[in-house]
């Protein structure tokens, strides 16, 4: 079955830049969605078709993907990034899978 | 605003069933795929399935790890998605969360499934 893999942890001192990455074999034609989730939360999306950061996200979140990899850049990290980041995307049969998270801590 | 609202989880016995539903508001549900995601407690987000809206044919897909014992449908005229899980697991047990499009989240209900 299809897999994206990512980093199990990243760390960074506050206003450092954070990078997490995302690799799987069908990123050179599939999107990537990036998710933030906090303890106890529900994810919100922080980045969605490889690039577009929604509304209401911070400008320092931001998003690229060349060729197997995708990579989700956090430029000036804060405390409050500390969460769990997980990539998203799907098959070529249309089925979804996330990447196993990863853990970022700011501090 | 937009809002999902999911109901429905509980403690269920290995081999029992449960139906989950999600309640949106504020969303343009009869346009949007639906699906569901769940996280086991402790573990990573994992897809559980995505419905079409009836415009694009309305077509199914599964995760592996639920095909042929999970099922999910959508009635547009109530705002509504459904999961149905049958011959349930104790694998299954989860946060199960009801995601509109990509962006939009419930705040998840808990299976628990345990004899």
């Known amino acids: 079955s299809y897999e994206l893999t990512q980093p199990p942890s990243v760390s960074v001192s506050p206003g450092q830049t954070a990078r997490i990455t995302c690799s799987g074999d069908?990123?050179?034609?599939?999107?990537a969605y990036w998710y933030q989730q906090r303890s106890g939360q529900a994810p919100i999306l922080v980045i969605y078709e490889d690039t577009k950061r929604p509304s209401g996200i911070p400008e320092r979140f931001s998003g690229s993907s060349s060729g197997t990899m995708a990579t989700l850049t956090i430029s000036g990290a804060q405390v409050e990034d500390t969460a769990d980041y997980y990539c998203y995307s799907t098959d070529s049969s249309n089925e979804g899978v996330f990447g196993g998270g990863t853990r970022l801590t700011v501090l | 605003e937009v809002q999902l609202v999911e109901s429905g989880g509980g403690l269920v016995k290995p081999g029992g069933s449960l139906r989950l539903s999600c309640v949106t508001s504020?969303?343009?549900?009869?346009?949007?795929?639906m699906s569901w995601v769940r996280q086991a407690p402790g573990k990573g987000l994992e897809w559980v399935g995505r419905?079409?809206?009836?415009?694009?044919?309305?077509?199914?897909y599964y995760a592996a790890p639920v095909r042929g014992r999970f099922s999910i449908s959508r009635d547009d005229s109530e705002n509504t998605q459904y999961l149905q899980m049958n011959s349930l697991k104790t694998d299954d047990t989860a946060v199960y969360y009801c995601?509109?499009?990509?962006?939009?989240w419930g705040q998840g209900t808990l299976v628990t499934v345990s004899s």
């Open positions: 995601v509109g499009g990509v962006n939009f």
């Open positions: 419905i079409r809206s009836e415009s694009e044919g309305g077509a199914t």
């Open positions: 069908a990123l050179p034609e599939k999107y």
């Open positions: 504020g969303l343009n549900f009869k346009n949007s795929y």
